[in-house]
């Protein structure tokens, strides 16, 4: 299984390369990031940064019901650390790993810390659905591709909101008795000296997958996980400014091609790899008509500052937490 994972991953990054470099001209992609106003760069870095203390702020939310006070800048580098992760292994195991280091160092049960960063992803797919329809009330111009992300943004809400509610049901007291029974039944998998601990890891799971927030707090995340992304939006809109297909492009015309990018980004090819270059040269050709060369170069400076910006802090943050690869090795054993 472990083998067919890694053939499948190194299948989708290649046949994604190839669709992306495909009729690209080299030197003149060259010539088009050279001629690039450095500023556009550079205030995309910025943006790019500043959303991790955002994201970092957020996760506190969901956390507070484990532990209310966390300090911002250790939720941050665990962010940052997840981010980094994902970039040199494959399969996402930096969402899985950021979960268990955190809840380590705090002291809160693993179970609590996984549920926190599912909720986190599926809270992104709501907010990013949400946004995108908005958008679609101020773009005028519709291009086939637009009207197959407004197809699938119209299937992929309610689905969303769907299993939302299905935690919810999963902790309702009288169901979940019968959740209880089923993880003790399937825990007969297990070896019987592991048994206990993956009862209590399955149970705190599940009711760690219900928010169970103030109404205040609730308030202050769904704000916050709006922010997120509507902070980070103008930022892909500044730098597609220095590009001809983007100079009379507004913000909200950004949103489209945000919306493909962020979705590649849940293909689980380490550092993005192939599914953001196919999917941003896609967009920008099929939402912008953008030629062949821009589309390339900006796609490839991009996901370069992507890399930069998820790369830098994060390594600082792993090397300063100490932490060792071989317990990284270990948690993404145990999600294999």
Not at 81 to 88: D, H, K
Not at 161 to 183: D, G, K, S, T
Not at 278 to 298: C, G, I, W
Request: glycine residues 6%; contains cysteine; charged residues 15%.
């Amino acid at each position: 299984m472990k083998y067919l994972k890694i053939v499948i991953i190194v299948g989708i990054v290649l046949v994604s390369m190839f669709f992306f470099l495909k009729n690209v001209d080299f030197a003149e992609v060259s010539r088009i990031i050279s001629s690039i106003n450095p500023i556009y760069p550079a205030v995309f870095l910025l943006g790019l940064y500043v959303q991790f203390y955002i994201r970092a702020y957020r996760w506190g939310l969901i956390l507070k019901p484990h532990k209310a006070k966390i300090p911002i800048f250790t939720i941050y580098s665990f962010t940052v650390i997840g981010f980094f992760l994902n970039t040199i292994f494959p399969g996402k195991i930096g969402e899985a790993a950021r979960g268990v280091l955190l809840a380590g160092e705090q002291k809160i049960s693993r179970s609590y810390g996984l549920a926190s960063v599912v909720l986190e992803r599926l809270i992104d797919s709501l907010v990013m659905v949400l946004l995108f329809i908005i958008s679609l009330f101020f773009i005028h111009e519709r291009t086939p591709l637009l009207n197959k992300l407004r197809t699938l943004s119209f299937f992929a809400l309610p689905l969303i909101i769907l299993v939302f509610l299905f935690f919810y049901f999963l902790n309702i007291p009288q169901v979940f008795a019968y959740v209880e029974r089923f993880i003790i039944f399937i825990s007969r998998l297990v070896p019987s000296r592991l048994r206990e601990r993956a009862v209590s890891f399955g149970l705190k799971f599940v009711k760690g997958l219900r928010l169970n927030l103030s109404p205040l707090d609730s308030i202050k995340l769904l704000i916050a996980s709006m922010i997120v992304w509507a902070f980070l939006i103008p930022f892909y809109w500044l730098l597609m400014k220095g590009f001809d297909f983007g100079a009379n492009l507004s913000p909200v015309e950004a949103m489209p091609y945000f919306f493909v990018v962020a979705a590649s980004a849940s293909i689980p090819t380490p550092g993005m790899a192939g599914s953001f270059d196919a999917a941003s040269r896609l967009a920008l050709q099929e939402l912008y008509n953008a030629d062949t060369n821009p589309a390339a170069a900006f796609t490839i400076l991009c996901h370069f500052l992507i890399l930069v910006i998820m790369v830098v802090p994060g390594f600082l943050a792993f090397w300063m937490k100490g932490i060792n690869l071989n317990t990284i090795r270990s948690i993404k054993n145990k999600t294999d």
